[in-house]
T-cell receptor, first 112, second 110 residues
Framework: DVKVTQSSRYLVKRTGEKVFLECVQDMDHENMFWYRQDPGLGLRLIYF???????EKGDIPEGYSVSREKKERFSLILESASTNQTSMYLC???????????FGPGTRLTVL | GQNIDQPTEMTATEGAIVQINCTYQ??????LFWYQQHAGEAPTFLSY????GLEEKGRFSSFLSRSKGYSYLLLKELQMKDSASYLC???????????FGPGTRLSVLP
């Protein structure tokens, strides 16, 4: 079974703090994704990566950056957290062959 | 661009059958996925359609009509544990990313 893990289930931060969200997958998947999910808006893609050290902007990259130094790990960084970044953050991975995305459990981030 | 529509909420009775529709408008198409998401949890993969027709997997079936830009997820013999949101996602042409619909929240009542 594919396993995607995220570093925290719940996180509370203050405005202006730097926030790191970590995601690790154990299936040697090439592709990794970061989404945020908000009520009524569905899943929106923030950033994705098709290979180590590669990153591509998704639909809503503003205020975020990412890092992929190892194939299994994809980090999402909020350089200076703001209240409008309060959301559920979901990491996903997929292999290049099947395209099916497998999701981690999510991190519910609250920025006060 | 891509646009995906699903009903916001649906209610059905335990043991019944429910059909959740998804319509999409895309500039290209490489497949359609259905995911189930229980409250507070991650989406889990249910089904994948790339050709027209019905794909059956136990109590769940998914149908696709590419010419109509239409899919549905059919859930039979509903159980209380089927109460969840159901997300439709379109895979556009190669090199572009998934587009997720807003999800349909299904409530199964006793």
């Amino acid at each position: 079974d594919v396993k995607v893990t995220q570093s925290s289930r719940y996180l509370v931060k203050r405005t202006g703090e730097k926030v790191f969200l970590e995601c690790v997958q154990d299936m040697d998947h090439e592709n990794m994704f970061w989404y945020r999910q908000d009520p009524g808006l569905g899943l929106r893609l923030i950033y994705f990566s098709y290979d180590v050290k590669m990153k591509e902007k998704g639909d809503i990259p503003e205020g975020y950056s990412v890092s992929r130094e190892k194939k299994e790990r994809f980090s999402l960084i909020l350089e200076s957290a703001s209240t409008n970044q309060t959301s559920m953050y979901l990491c996903a991975s997929s292999s290049g062959n099947t395209d099916t995305q497998y999701f981690g459990p999510g991190t519910r981030l609250t920025v006060l | 661009g891509q646009n995906i529509d699903q009903p916001t909420e649906m209610t059905a009775t335990e043991g019944a059958i429910v059909q959740i529709n998804c319509t999409y408008q895309t500039s290209g198409f490489n497949g359609l996925f259905w995911y189930q998401q229980h409250a507070g949890e991650a989406p889990t993969f249910l089904s994948y359609n790339v050709l027209d027709g019905l794909e059956e997997k136990g109590r769940f079936s998914s149908f696709l009509s590419r010419s109509k830009g239409y899919s549905y997820l059919l859930l039979k013999e509903l159980q209380m544990k089927d109460s969840a949101s159901y997300l439709c996602a379109v895979h556009p042409p190669y090199g572009q990313n998934f587009v997720f619909g807003p999800g349909t929240r299904l409530s199964v009542l006793p």
